[in-house]
C-alpha cells in the first residue's frame, strides 16, 4: 500500500498570498495517477486536479499540478477566500486499495 | 445534472445492521465505477471498496474486507453499502463517488455524493 504524506499540516496564508502544498509518496505513482481535492467544513470533497497536472471542469487556473514519482504540488497562484480549506491527495496508480494523504488545512492568517 | 444523491443521516445501536444508498442521475450509471469512502470523526478519506454497477464486479480494500458489503442495482441506478453487525467505530461519514473514467479501474472521482452520517451508539 502506497502512503502518502502531506506537508505542512497547516498553511497560514493570506488572500492574493501563493500556496504551495506538497504531496510525497512511499513509492512511485505509477503513470503520475495523482489526484488532488478540496474539502470545505461540512461538504463533500471536490476533485481539483487529476492524473498530477489537469485542472478538472470548471475548476479555476489559479490551481496547478505539478510533480511526477514520488512528489507532487499543489500550487495556488492567488488565493481567494473561497481557496481556504482541508486538501487532499490521492494516488490511484497502485493496487487496490487506492490511498489519501492525511490533508493540509489551508487556513487564513 | 449529473449527481449522486445519498441517504439520509443514520443512528444505530452497536449490533444492529445498516444499509445506505447512493443513487446516480444524468449520466449512464451502470457504464461507471462507484467508489465508497469513510471519513471518521474530524479525519481524513479512506478508501473502501469500488463497484461496476453493470456487473456487480466489486473490489474492497484489505482493511474493509470482510467488515462491508457493497453491492448495486443498476435497473434503479443505485449503490449500496452494508453492515451486518455495527461497532461504534463505524462512527463516520460515508461518501459515494463515481469514477471520471467510467470503465476504468484506475481512476480520479469527479461526482461525489453529500455523504451520510452514521453514528453508532449505545
Known amino acids: 500500500e502506497i502512503v502518502l504524506t502531506q506537508s505542512p499540516g497547516t498553511l497560514s496564508l493570506s488572500p492574493g498570498e501563493r500556496a504551495t502544498l506538497s504531496c510525497r509518496a512511499s513509492?512511485?505513482?505509477?503513470?503520475?495517477?495523482l489526484a488532488w481535492y478540496q474539502q470545505k467544513s461540512g461538504q463533500a470533497p471536490r476533485l481539483l486536479i487529476y492524473?498530477?497536472?489537469s485542472r478538472a471542469t470548471g475548476i479555476p487556473d489559479r490551481f496547478s499540478g505539478s510533480g511526477s514519482g514520488t512528489d507532487f504540488t499543489l500550487t495556488i497562484s492567488r488565493l481567494e477566500p473561497e481557496d481556504f480549506a482541508v486538501y487532499f491527495c490521492?494516488?490511484?496508480?497502485?493496487?487496490?486499495?487506492?490511498?489519501f494523504g492525511q490533508g493540509t488545512k489551508l487556513e487564513i492568517k | 445534472d449529473v449527481q449522486l444523491v445519498q441517504s439520509g443521516a443514520e443512528v444505530k445501536e452497536p449490533g444492529e445492521s445498516l444499509k445506505i444508498s447512493c443513487k446516480g442521475s444524468g449520466y449512464s450509471f451502470s457504464t461507471y465505477w462507484i467508489a465508497w469512502l469513510r471519513q471518521m470523526p474530524g479525519k481524513g478519506l479512506e478508501w473502501m471498496g469500488i463497484i461496476y454497477p453493470g456487473d456487480s464486479d466489486t473490489r474492497y480494500s484489505p482493511s474493509f474486507q470482510g467488515q462491508i458489503t457493497i453491492s448495486a442495482d443498476k435497473s434503479i441506478s443505485a449503490a449500496y453499502l452494508q453492515w451486518s453487525s455495527l461497532k461504534a467505530s463505524d462512527t463516520a461519514i460515508y461518501y459515494c463517488?463515481?469514477?471520471?473514467?467510467?470503465?476504468?479501474?484506475?481512476?480520479?472521482?469527479?461526482?461525489w455524493g453529500q455523504g451520510t452520517v452514521v453514528t453508532v451508539s449505545s
Open positions: 513509492q512511485s505513482v505509477s503513470s503520475s495517477y
Open positions: 463517488a463515481r469514477h471520471r473514467i467510467g470503465g476504468a479501474t484506475k481512476s480520479d472521482l469527479d461526482i
Open positions: 492524473g498530477a497536472f
Open positions: 490521492q494516488q490511484y496508480g497502485s493496487s487496490l486499495p487506492y490511498t
